[in-house]
Each structure stands twice: as C-alpha cells, then as structure tokens.
C-alpha cells in the first residue's frame, strides 16, 4: 500500500473511534490456522513444584480478571491473581482501549440510563475522584487514565486481601478427574503450579477452555490498536479522543479484519506494522499546526485483540433475546449498549439498543465442574460481540464470577449447583444491578 493511502486508512480509523467497531467477526469452526510445524520433539517427565494453594485462583489480571478477584476475596474466599505482564486492567489499560464502553442503556420505559453499577461505578468513581477520569456522568463514557487505573486496581487487589502474582505465563493445567486441579505457570523461577478449589477464566482468550477440553469457539475479528500521543491539545482529527491528562490525546484504528488472535506470526507481524503506523500518523500530525511538539506517548505493550476463544456456555445469550429484554432467573447482571454503533446491519442504532440480563449460565461451562469463565470469553453468540465484550460489561462478567466462585468454594458445591438466589443475593450486596 502507498504512504499517503496508509495514513488515509490510519485516520479513518482513528475518526472511527467514537463509533464504535464497524464490522463483525466470524466464527472459525473448530481450531486456528494451523502453525506451519517442521516436526514434533518429546519434552521428559518432570516433577514440578506446588508453590500456591487458594480457594480461588484467577487466570489474567485484565477487567474481568480483576473483578472477579477482588469480588471473590470480599465474599471471604482466599484468593490468587495470576498475570503475565507487570500491570493489572488488561487491553483496557495495556492496550488503551480506555473508554468504558456499554454502561448505559436503553430502558423499557424509553429512557437512558446507566445499567451497570457494581465494581465498574467503583472503580470509575475512585478515578475520577482523583481528576484520573473524564465524562464519568449517566448518559456518558467514562475515560480514565491507564496508569491512574493500574495504580488503582493494584489496590483494590491489596485492600481486598487478594494475592497477585506477575510475570507468571499459564501454560497448562493439570487434571483430577474431571476437575482442574492445578495451574502450570511458566516463570522466571521456573516452571510451578499453583491449586485451588476452583478456577476463572479471565484470560481474554479462554486459555483454560483450551487445555481443560471445553467446549469453545474460536472467532475471527478485527486486530487494530489504539495509542495516546502527547502535546496533542491543538490536533483537529476527528474521532480522536480526550483523556484525563491535559494535552494528552487518544487514538485508534481497527487494523485488519477477520484476523486470527491466535496464530504467534500473524500477531507478531500484525504488532510490527500497527506500530510503523502509530509512528507515522504522529508523524503526521506533527506537520499540523501549533502540534510541532507532539509526540507519540505509547504504543502500548497489548495488541488490540478483539476476540478469539468463546466458550459454549450451559447457555450462551444470543442477540434477539438481548433485544427483546429476555428475563432470566439467574441473572447476574445487566449488559449496556454503543450509542454510537448501528445493529443489525446499521437498521438499528445504538441508542434504541435496549438494555439486556446476562445469565449466570453464560459463565458456565458445560464439562469441568470447577471453572468458571468471564470477560470477553464467556459465552454469547457472536451477534451480541459489540456489547459482551466492552469494559463495563467485562466487569459485570468478572464480579459475578468472583461473587460465584467464593460461594461455590465456601459453600462446598460446584459451579453447576449453586444456590442462585443466594448468589444473587451477594451480587446485590455487592452493588450490582440485577434489573433493568
Ligand atoms: C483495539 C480495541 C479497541 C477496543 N475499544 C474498546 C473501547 O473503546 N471500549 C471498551 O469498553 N472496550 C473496548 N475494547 C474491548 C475491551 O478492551 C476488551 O474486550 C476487554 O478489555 C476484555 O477484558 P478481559 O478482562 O476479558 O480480557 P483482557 O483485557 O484481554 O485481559 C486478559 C488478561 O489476561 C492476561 N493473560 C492472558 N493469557 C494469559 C496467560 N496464559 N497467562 C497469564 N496471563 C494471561 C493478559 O495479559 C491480560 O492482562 C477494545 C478492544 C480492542 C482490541
């Protein structure tokens, strides 16, 4: 592609930004595209220590991840944390897909109003009550600052009693059974394991699915990224957004279509060109005027994976039944709406978009009977992608996870016998909303 035609593609999906993603993902039926293997070669047995035990271990530190963990850990469960990078939030601060997408929603009596509350009003309160987030008010999408909201999840984790550990990759579980009983962690220290009771998935990309034989499926969706650059306050750019930092300017574009999230050398190739692209938008913009001193601030340590393994779930809510505000008696929250995204193929806006009830069966999986999954691999049909795997509703996933987990484990039963009203219950004391 020629310069000038690659920097008109950069900002038109930088002006996409505020309108949300533009197409859908496809589902791939059963594995990714394949790895071009060379051979196979047999690693030996190995012992491998137990270095952690916790009623609950969480896998992935990202939304999701961090509200289950501290929700669990507040209904009283030990709790561990488990991340690969060296900061908690995910694509959500790694990546800098900062605004809090989907809080709000239409209601049945035509109003618009904020749905989710819980754990997302919290953390977006306590952000902008340190001048870290901007547009927090019902009708708006809040925007934090990333480091702000690391500094912040760090600790909730710590005041909550939750364990974290970083720099530790899953690499595999280990069964008894038909449960998981421990976590294989590749680590500086070495190859570990860690047990628990019970397991969430919140890796994002269902990596837990994967190894414990559940069922899932894989969906193909946009790579893009998005990026902040410094001494931007003069930029005139459509589409891109404020932050809570003075000067400071968010950025985006929906990379490639379709892509596989899972394939190593598509990603690494689809890293390496998003980054010459930030770098040469800012480029680009510098010749603007009054923006001669902008630059580009971060080019953020997380590639924009959209979606990759779904789980099929005792019940996976589908797009009409999210339209016609279908009821469910275990429902664990309420899921919001873009304004700014067209459904159904731009016949529906975003704003006549009602509000929808997440069923705690989304979050079930059908086979192991102690793991439960939140974030943008719980199970919804690819239909509904807009809405179920936004921030807020991630951390409407991740709390009623949390919430699920500590009254499996505390109460002796699995993830398929839970005493629903009682979780509802907890949810409820929690702050979550249940109706809408
Ligand atoms: C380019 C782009 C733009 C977006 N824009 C918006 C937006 O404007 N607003 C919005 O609300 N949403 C947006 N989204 C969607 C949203 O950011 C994500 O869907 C959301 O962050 C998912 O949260 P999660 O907790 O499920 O997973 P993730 O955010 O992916 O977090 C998963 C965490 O698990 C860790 N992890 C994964 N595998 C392992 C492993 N094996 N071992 C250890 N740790 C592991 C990861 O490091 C990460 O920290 C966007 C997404 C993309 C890609």
């Not at 859908?24 to 070669?41: E, I, R, W």
């Not at 969480?58 to 991840?65: E, H, K, T």
Request: glycine share 10%.
């Amino acid at each position: 592609m020629k310069r000038r035609k690659f920097l008109q593609v950069a900002a038109a999906g930088a002006g996409a930004a505020a309108l949300g993603p533009l197409v859908g993902c496809t589902p791939v039926a059963t594995s990714p595209t394949p790895l071009d293997v060379k051979g196979y070669l047999k690693e030996p047995a190995r012992r491998i220590p137990v270095v952690d035990r916790a009623d609950v271990v969480v896998l992935g530190g990202g939304p999701a991840g961090v509200a289950a963990a501290v929700s669990a850990a507040r209904e009283g469960a030990d709790v561990l944390l488990v991340e690969r990078q060296y900061y908690l939030g995910g694509l959500w601060t790694g990546c800098c897909v900062l605004p809090v997408n989907n809080t709000d929603a239409l209601l049945k009596d035509g109003s618009w109003r904020r749905v989710v509350r819980g754990f997302s009003e919290e953390i977006c309160t306590r952000l902008t009550a340190m001048g870290m987030c901007i547009d927090i008010k019902e009708g708006s999408t809040p925007v934090p600052d990333p480091e702000a909201a690391k500094y912040v999840l760090e600790r909730m984790l710590e005041e909550s009693g939750v364990r974290l550990l970083y720099n530790c990759q899953g690499a595999g579980i280990l069964r008894s059974g038909d449960r998981v009983d421990a976590l294989i962690l590749e680590t500086k220290s070495g190859r570990v394991a860690v047990q628990a009771g019970l397991f969430v998935d919140a890796s994002g990309d269902g990596d837990i699915l994967e190894w414990a034989g559940e069922d899932f499926d894989i969906r193909r969706h946009q790579i893009g990224a998005m990026w902040r650059c410094g001494n931007a306050g003069a930029l005139q750019r459509k589409g891109v957004l404020d932050t809570p930092v003075k000067g400071v300017k968010l950025f985006h574009t929906h990379g490639e279509m379709e892509q596989d999230g899972l394939d190593i050398y598509n990603l690494t190739r689809l890293q390496v060109k998003l980054r010459r692209q930030m770098w040469e938008t800012a480029e680009e913009d510098r010749r603007q005027p009054g923006c001669e001193d902008l630059f580009l601030l971060d080019s953020t340590s997380l590639l924009g994976v959209r979606s990759t393994r779904v789980l099929r779930s005792l019940h996976n809510v589908t797009f009409d039944e999210s339209l016609r505000y279908t009821h469910y008696d275990d429902c664990i929250g309420i899921g919001g709406a873009d304004p700014w995204f067209s459904y159904r193929d731009g016949t529906l806006p975003g704003r006549k978009r009602p509000a929808w009830q997440i069923p705690y069966r989304s979050l079930v999986p059908r086979k192991v009977p102690n793991l439960l999954v939140a974030g943008r691999c719980f199970g919804y049909d690819e239909q509904i992608v807009y809405d179920a795997r936004e921030v807020a509703t991630c951390f409407v996933t991740g709390q009623a996870a949390g919430v699920a987990a500590a009254c499996a484990v505390l109460g002796r039963t699995d993830v398929r016998s839970l005493d629903i009203p009682h979780l509802r219950h907890r949810l409820q004391a929690q702050g979550v909303n249940l109706g809408a």
